[in-house]
């Protein structure tokens, strides 16, 4: 079964820190992307980061700046979301997403909660 699973959220101060991680498994091939979208409560899901197979990275204007999206093995499929400077504003759900394979199939992993207080 291909599926992502995250993990690392939790619940911190403003200025604080967390690192989400993603892990893929099952048959995930040619990756194109992978990335960080999040969603606050009673908002639209939005897109936060992404990583490119080339290593290309981009992200949203609102954590430019203060969130970093890398792999240490793209191989093993795994991509990390280390988020420094926290506002309660990040507070949200955040969830992996991949893009891979001829048809470009999109996967959503279940999500991780992260709560930042002021």
């Known amino acids: 079964q291909v599926q992502l699973v995250e993990s690392g959220g939790g619940d911190v101060q403003t200025g604080g820190s967390l690192r989400l991680s993603c892990v893929g498994s099952g048959s995930i091939s040619s990756l194109h992307t992978m990335g960080w979208y999040r969603q606050a409560p009673g908002k639209q899901r939005e897109w936060v980061a992404v990583l490119t197979s080339g290593g290309t990275t981009n992200y949203s204007d609102s954590v430019k700046g203060r969130f970093t999206i890398f792999t240490v093995n793209a191989a093993k499929n795994t991509v990390f979301l280390q988020m420094n400077s926290l506002k309660p504003e990040d507070t949200g759900v955040y969830y992996c997403?991949?893009?891979?394979?001829?048809?470009?199939?999109?996967?959503w992993g279940q999500g991780t909660q992260v709560t930042v207080s002021s």
């Open positions: 997403n991949a893009v891979h394979g001829w048809q470009s199939s999109v996967l």
